[in-house]
């Protein structure tokens, strides 16, 4: 018998939800889900586990996970959100996954019985909290957690539980079915099925390590290992050909030309709401802040900002970039803009503790930005010098403020 590849998965259970399994009162569902920023992160690690799981299951955990009529893997966002991540239609072409066989979060959620969440258990990839509406219907069911996160100590039946601070939650799927990836010595040629399956796990491994250049881990390196094996058997150069691939997705990640602007502030962007009822919001993007200006101007740009902080009903918003300066190398930049009065003395504390903190340093006029920086009270924008601090570092310690 051969096994199912993850085209022909992928496709019998997108019919499935198509169909709706309303009626299937008797089986039971395996949702296998990734955390809500849908990146190729999640993607993947929730595909190749709901893959593998279904159809070479020796490989699981013996006795469990079975028994299921359905596996569904399924990205934590609603479907017309796919358009806003190019690295992900960039993934399924070289995959050659029509798209319109992934199965979006808004489209599980009607396909299934809301009264029988029973029925339904949860594998959560890339994340060990199940939020919002899922947390609220699913969030009794999770029987398994693989992910690279802090650990928020949940779920401490669920089988295998694996959290480890990898640089990509891929990595830990790929080892914990290394039996399926590991080539046996015997194994002269590999199935394309395979092939595939391994370079849809190297492509988040090597975007979120920079191609093993930064936050790797030795979990990370034998991944890649493993999977470069896969990929380049019965072909020659296999370092040249994972550079290229890194390149091609990372490319394809920062193609946001024909991005609205608040297509590219809502694309990468966390919110947080504090108890206090002070909301803050942060985007990043992955084109520097100059770009963005420059392609929409500064008072369009500004417009943007002010209108998608009405929007979320924000009190305080950060843009953040990192990317790729022709002369300084890689660089990041933080804006802060007041959108209430509430958020004005919080961003002040907030961007006094954040200069030391962050290094930040005022843009000069040569830049492009210093002049409508200087004559905008609202909105203020840096050079980061502290390239360490990501969205990671950055939001703790605003939240601090807009907490007080
Ligand atoms: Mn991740």
């Known amino acids: 018998m051969t096994a199912k590849s993850i ?13 709706g399994m ?26 190749v586990f709901a893959y593998l799981t279904d159809s070479h299951a020796q490989y699981t955990t013996p006795g469990k996970l079975t028994g299921y009529d359905n596996i569904i893997p399924m990205l934590n966002i609603a479907r017309e959100e796919i358009s806003l991540r190019p690295e992900l239609h960039y993934a399924l072409a070289r995959l050659r996954i029509p798209e319109s066989d992934i199965i979006c979060k808004d489209e599980f959620l009607s396909s299934i019985d809301r009264s029988k969440t029973d ?4 594998v959560l990839l890339d994340h060990n909290n199940l939020l919002s509406d899922l947390g609220d219907l699913f969030g009794q069911n999770v029987v398994t957690v693989i992910d690279h996160h802090v650990d ?13 601070p990898v640089g990509s939650c891929t990595s830990l799927v790929v080892n914990y079915f290394a039996d399926y990836f590991q080539l046996s010595p015997n194994e002269f040629s590999v199935s394309d099925e395979k092939k595939g399956v391994a370079r849809l796990a190297l492509a988040p491994i090597l975007v979120d390590t920079a191609n093993l250049t930064s936050k790797e881990t030795q979990e990370d390196r034998g991944a890649v290992a493993i999977l470069m094996k896969i990929i380049s058997s019965g072909t020659l150069g296999a370092s040249d050909a994972q550079e290229a691939y890194y390149g091609e997705l990372m490319t394809a990640k920062r193609s946001i030309d024909s991005f609205s602007l608040r297509d590219i502030l809502r694309k990468d962007y966390k919110e947080w709401l504090e108890n206090n009822g002070v909301r803050v919001g942060i985007s990043s993007s992955v084109k520097s802040l100059i ?14 900002i002010d209108s998608w902080a009405k929007e979320r009903k924000l009190d305080a918003f950060v843009f953040m970039d990192s990317f790729q300066d022709p002369k300084e190398g890689y660089r990041r930049d933080l804006l802060v803009a007041v959108c209430s009065e509430k958020g004005d003395a919080r961003v002040r504390k907030f961007v006094d503790a954040a200069q030391t903190e962050f290094e930040l340093e005022p843009f000069s006029e040569k830049d492009g930005l210093g002049n409508q920086n200087n004559n905008d009270e609202g909105v203020q924008c840096f050079k980061q010098r502290n390239l360490k601090a990501s969205r990671k570092q950055v939001a703790p310690l605003i939240r601090q403020f807009m907490q007080e």
Do not use: H
């Not at 395996?30 to 990146?39: F, H, K, R, Y």
């Not at 770009?291 to 943007?304: I, P, Q, S």
């Open 291 to 304: 770009w963005t200006v420059k392609k929409f101007g500064w008072n369009e740009f500004k417009k943007g």
């Open 22 to 47: 309303l009626e299937s009162t008797s089986g039971k569902i395996l949702l296998v889900t990734g955390n809500e920023s849908a990146d190729l992160d999640s993607f993947a690690s929730s595909l």
């Open 152 to 164: 928020e100590g949940l779920y401490s039946s669920a089988e295998p539980r694996i959290i480890a």
């Open 7 to 19: 085209q022909q998965f992928l496709a019998a259970a997108r019919a499935a939800v198509r169909r």
């Open 119 to 122: 029925k339904v258990d949860v």
